[in-house]
């Protein structure tokens, strides 16, 4: 399982970077979001993934080891609102920039076929 999450990773981080540089404002956008799937895949299982683990303390459970880990969850959370919303900004944007220059690219200038 471990393999199949950093292989998602790392497709996740390869695609996103990869689009990233290209010249196109929309496919660094995709790129950008992408790349935030991929960090916050990589925060969600850094947080020690437990399965059936009560999430609040049981006087039942002694070991604070076999609690789920509250933290990670509430942080890919987090990031994932904040993603949605500088999606929607950076769409706006392109756009608002795309109405005045008239281009796609990301120096507005049209470059080869």
Sequence with gaps: ???V???TIGVLAG???WLLLRPRTFQVI??????SYAVNLFIFSMGRLRMG?????DPS???PAHYADPV???????????????TALFLVVLLAAR??????HVDSTEQGP
């Design 1 to 3: 399982m471990e393999l």
């Design 5 to 7: 999450i950093a292989l």
């Design 15 to 17: 695609s996103g970077l």
């Design 30 to 35: 995709i790129g950008l979001s992408l790349m």
């Design 53 to 57: 683990a009560p999430p609040i303390l």
């Design 61 to 63: 459970v002694p070991n």
């Design 72 to 86: 990670p969850q509430a942080l890919v959370l987090t990031a994932i609102v904040i993603s949605f919303a500088m």
């Design 99 to 104: 109405g005045l220059s008239g281009s796609d």
